[in-house]
C-alpha cells in the first residue's frame, strides 16, 4: 500500500467523524425548527456555521491527502 | 480492471436502490438505469481485450488534476488535434528583469519539451509551470521521482487562465453594482427599479444577515464594503468555475486564491482587534494564573487557525465538487464506452446542481465567518 | 502538494485585484447603494413616525370632543335637573295656595253658618217666647172659662211645639 492509499482512509476516516457530526447538527436543526418554527432562519443559519466549522476538520484531512 | 469496473457498477446498483425505494412510479426508470448498470459491468470486460493497442492510456487522475489547476494559456477544445486555445502572457522576473512573451510560444507543451529562449534565458512549460533551465542544459532532465532536477522556478507573476477569469469576473461585478448604484441616483426617492430590484435584496441579506447579526448594530457598518465585496467576489468566482466553456477555470478552488483572501479577514480582524480581544488572547479573564498562562499559546494558534480554516475551507470544497464531477465524467473514458455515459452524466447533473448551492452557500460561510471573526475582535466586555 | 501551495503569481495579482476592487466598488456601488436604502429606510420610518403621531392627535381630538360632549350632555341634565325642580316647587307652592285660600273660604263659609244659624235660632227662640206668651194668654182665657178646655188646649199646643 503506498502513501497515497493510507492518506484517502484517513481522509476517509474523517470524513466519517464529520459526517456524524454534521448529521447530528442537521437532524437537531430539524427537530429544533419543528419545535420553534418561528425560530426558523436563526436556527438554520447557525446549523450552517456549525456545520462549516465541523466540516473544516474533515477538509483538513483532505487536505493532509493531498500534501503526501 | 474487471474488478474495478464491478464495483462501480454495485455501488451505482445500490445508489439507484437509495434513490428509487421510496416512489413506486418510476419503476420503469429504474429498470433502464439497471439496465444501463448491467451494460456498463459487460463493456468492463471488452474494453479489457481492447487495451491491447499501444494507444495513449487515459489517467483521470492526470486529467482531473490538469482541470483543477491553474494554467498558462486558457485552452477552449481540441480540434482536428490541434489545440484551440487563448493565448496568455507569461511574466517572469529573472535577475532583476522583466521577461514576457505569450503563453502560445511552447504551441500547447506541458511536458517541459518546447524551450523557449528569451534575453538568454531558456524556460520550458512543465505541468503548467515555468521552469528556468540552468545555463548548460539543454533539455529537461528528472529524478526518480519525475522531478526536474536540472531548472529552477523563476518569480512567475504571469497572467495565467485564473487570473484571467478574475478579471473577468471582477468586471462583471463593476457593471453589475456600478449599473445598480445608478438605478438608485435615477430614481427620486430610491426605489430600486431593474437590476436594483434584484440585487437590492442580496445587497440586504449580507447587510441583515451577516453583518448586524455578527458584528452588532454600532460597529457593523465599517465592515459592510469589505463583506459585500468579499461575498459577491468569492459568489461569483465559485459560479464561474462551473461553466464548462472556460474550462473551469477553478479560481475559488485555487489555494493561492483563498488564501489571500484568508489573509484580508485575518489582516482586517487583527488590526480593528480591541483591548478586550486581545486581553481574550493574552490573558485570558475569568481563570485561575495557571490557566491564563496555559491558555495564552492555545488562543494565539486558534487566532491563527481561523484564518487557515478559511482558507482551506473555501478551497477544499470548491476543488472537491470540480472532482467529483471531473471523476464521474471520466468514468466514461475509463471504461471506454457511451453506455455508461447516462449515468455519469445524471449524477455529474446531480452533483452539479449541489454544486450551485453550494457556491452560495460558501460565499456566504466565507463571509459570515470574517464578519464573526470581526465581531469577536471588536467585542466589548460584558461582564 | 503542488495542489495545496499558494502559487505566488496568483496571491498577488488576487490581492492587487481585490484591494482594487474594494476601493473601486466601494466608493461607486456600496456607498451610494447603502446609503440611498438607509435614506429611503429612514424615510419610511419618519414616515411611519408622522403617521403614528397624527393619528395621536388625532386620538386626542376624539377624546376632547369627547369631554366637551360630555360636560354638554352633564350641563344639559342639570338644567333639565333644575326646571323639573322648580316646576315641582311652582306646583307646589300652588296648591298649597290654593288649600289654604280653599280652607279659609271654607273656614269663612262655616262661620257664616254658624252665625246664621245662630240668628235663627235666636229668632225661633223669639217666636218661641212669643208663642209661649201666645198661649200662655190663651191658657190663661180658657182657665178661667173652662177647666177643662183649658187643658185639652194646651195639650194640643204642646203638641204641635214638641214638633219643633
Redesign the interface.
Known amino acids: 500500500m503506498d502513501l497515497g492509499s493510507i492518506a484517502a482512509i484517513g481522509a476517509g476516516l474523517a470524513a466519517i467523524g464529520a459526517g456524524v457530526g454534521i448529521g447530528k447538527i442537521g437532524g437537531q436543526a430539524m427537530e429544533a425548527m419543528a419545535r420553534q418554527p418561528e425560530m426558523h ?1 436563526k436556527i438554520q ?1 447557525s446549523a ?2 456549525l456545520a ?2 465541523v ?2 476538520v474533515a ?2 484531512a ?2 493532509v491527502s ?3 | 480492471m474487471f474488478v474495478f469496473s464491478e464495483n462501480v457498477c454495485r455501488f451505482a446498483q445500490i445508489l439507484n436502490k437509495a434513490f428509487f425505494r421510496e416512489s413506486m412510479g418510476v419503476k420503469a426508470l429504474k429498470i433502464k438505469l439497471l439496465a444501463v448498470v448491467m451494460l456498463c459491468s459487460f463493456s468492463g470486460f471488452g474494453s479489457e481485450d481492447s487495451t491491447d493497442k499501444k494507444q495513449e492510456e487515459f489517467n483521470p487522475k492526470e486529467m482531473i488534476m490538469h482541470h483543477v489547476k491553474d494554467a498558462y494559456g486558457f485552452h477552449l477544445w481540441d480540434w482536428n488535434g490541434h489545440s484551440i486555445a487563448l493565448p496568455l502572457p507569461i511574466l517572469l522576473w529573472v535577475d532583476g528583469e522583466m521577461i514576457t512573451f505569450m503563453s502560445s510560444e511552447f504551441h500547447h507543451d506541458s511536458n517541459g519539451e518546447v524551450i523557449v529562449e528569451r534575453n538568454g534565458h531558456r524556460f520550458v512549460n512543465f505541468h503548467e509551470k515555468v521552469y528556468q533551465l540552468d545555463s548548460e542544459a539543454t533539455a529537461l532532465a528528472f529524478n526518480e521521482d519525475n522531478y526536474p532536477i536540472n531548472a529552477s522556478k523563476p518569480l512567475d507573476i504571469s497572467i495565467t487562465k485564473n487570473v484571467f477569469m478574475m478579471w473577468v469576473s471582477v468586471l462583471v461585478l463593476l457593471f453589475l453594482f456600478i449599473t445598480t448604484a445608478r438605478k438608485y441616483k435615477q430614481s427620486p426617492d430610491n426605489v430600486p427599479t431593474g437590476i436594483a430590484g434584484f440585487m437590492e435584496p442580496l445587497i440586504l441579506f449580507v447587510r441583515d444577515e451577516i453583518g448586524v447579526p455578527m458584528i452588532g448594530e454600532h460597529k457593523y457598518k465599517r465592515y459592510m464594503p469589505y463583506l459585500l465585496t468579499i461575498f459577491f467576489f468569492i459568489w461569483i468566482n465559485n459560479i464561474f468555475g462551473l461553466i464548462p466553456i472556460v474550462n473551469g477555470a477553478n479560481l475559488s478552488g485555487n489555494i493561492a486564491f483563498t488564501f489571500t483572501l484568508a489573509t484580508f479577514t485575518f489582516i482586517i480582524t487583527t488590526f480593528s482587534g480591541n483591548k478586550n480581544y486581545w486581553k481574550h488572547i493574552f490573558w485570558m479573564p475569568g481563570v485561575p494564573v495557571p490557566m491564563k498562562i496555559f491558555l495564552a499559546p492555545i488562543e494565539v494558534i486558534g487566532m491563527l487557525v481561523k484564518p487557515i480554516s478559511l482558507m482551506i475551507r473555501l478551497f477544499a470544497n470548491i476543488t472537491a465538487g470540480h472532482i467529483i464531477i471531473l471523476a464521474l465524467m471520466s468514468l466514461i473514458f475509463v471504461f471506454k464506452t457511451i453506455a455508461v455515459a447516462p449515468v455519469s452524466v445524471l449524477f455529474a447533473l446531480f452533483i452539479a446542481v449541489i454544486e450551485i448551492i453550494v457556491t452560495a452557500i460558501q460565499a456566504y460561510i466565507f463571509t459570515v465567518l470574517s464578519a464573526l471573526y470581526f465581531g469577536m475582535a471588536t467585542e466589548e466586555e460584558h461582564h | 502538494m503542488d495542489l495545496v501551495t499558494p502559487g505566488f503569481g496568483l496571491v498577488f495579482w488576487t490581492g492587487l485585484t481585490f484591494i482594487f476592487l474594494l476601493l473601486i466598488l466601494k466608493k461607486f456601488a456600496w456607498k451610494p447603494i447603502l446609503g440611498a436604502v438607509s435614506e429611503r429606510e429612514e424615510s419610511i420610518k419618519n414616515a411611519l413616525k408622522s403617521a403614528e403621531e397624527a393619528r395621536a392627535e388625532m386620538q386626542n381630538l376624539q377624546s376632547d370632543n369627547e369631554r366637551i360632549l360630555k360636560e354638554a350632555r352633564a350641563e344639559r341634565d342639570l338644567l333639565l335637573k333644575e326646571a323639573r325642580e322648580m316646576k315641582a316647587n311652582v306646583i307646589d307652592s300652588a296648591k298649597t295656595e290654593a288649600q289654604t285660600q280653599a280652607a279659609s273660604i271654607i273656614r269663612q263659609a262655616q262661620a257664616t253658618i254658624e252665625s246664621e244659624k245662630q240668628a235663627a235660632v235666636a229668632d225661633f227662640k223669639n217666636q218661641v217666647a212669643q208663642l209661649s206668651i201666645e198661649i200662655a194668654e190663651k191658657v190663661v182665657k180658657s182657665e178661667l172659662s173652662e177647666k177643662d178646655k183649658q187643658f185639652k188646649m194646651v195639650k194640643s199646643l204642646l203638641q204641635d211645639v214638641t214638633l219643633k
Do not use: C, D, Q, Y
Request: charged share 15%; aromatic share 20%; proline share 0%.
Open positions: 432562519g443559519s450552517l456555521i462549516a466549522f466540516e473544516a477538509l483538513f483532505v487536505v493531498f500534501l503526501k
